[in-house]
């Protein structure tokens, strides 16, 4: 059971930065794997940035280069610092922790109750 946190979004004119954070509990979250997906309106959802334990990470094209995700396992955080924010960012933004449970037979997947982003002059 992992429950998952998050704070951060808000309205940012293109070109500026926020820094997105996912504080879990209930579970420590260092075995997981930690991924930031958004979803715009008319849009599926969309994975953005993904974090594996061993401290790997993978981005997708739109947003190689402009954003940062990382983890502080010490304090079961991860964060998304977005640098270089343009219209085409905005979205709803949702942290996910997943493992694979072998009770389960499958993965456990968690996640977060979402943080507008809105990039707009």
């Known amino acids: 059971q992992v429950q998952l946190m998050e704070s951060g979004g808000g309205f940012v004119q293109p070109g500026g930065s926020l820094r997105l954070s996912c504080v879990a509990s209930g579970s420590n979250c260092s075995t997981y794997v930690m991924s930031w997906f958004r979803q715009a309106p008319a849009q599926q959802r969309e994975l953005v940035a993904t974090?594996?334990?061993?401290?790997?990470?993978d981005y997708s094209d739109s947003v190689k280069g402009r954003f940062t995700i990382s983890r502080d396992n010490a304090k079961n955080t991860v964060y998304l610092q977005m640098n270089n924010l343009t219209p085409g960012d905005t979205a709803e933004y949702y942290c996910?922790?997943?493992?694979?449970?072998?009770?389960?037979?499958?993965?456990?997947?968690?996640w977060g109750q979402g943080t507008q982003v809105t990039v707009s002059s």
């Open positions: 974090i594996r334990s061993g401290g790997s990470t």
């Open positions: 996910n922790a997943q493992k694979f449970s072998y009770s389960f037979n499958g993965d456990l997947n968690y």
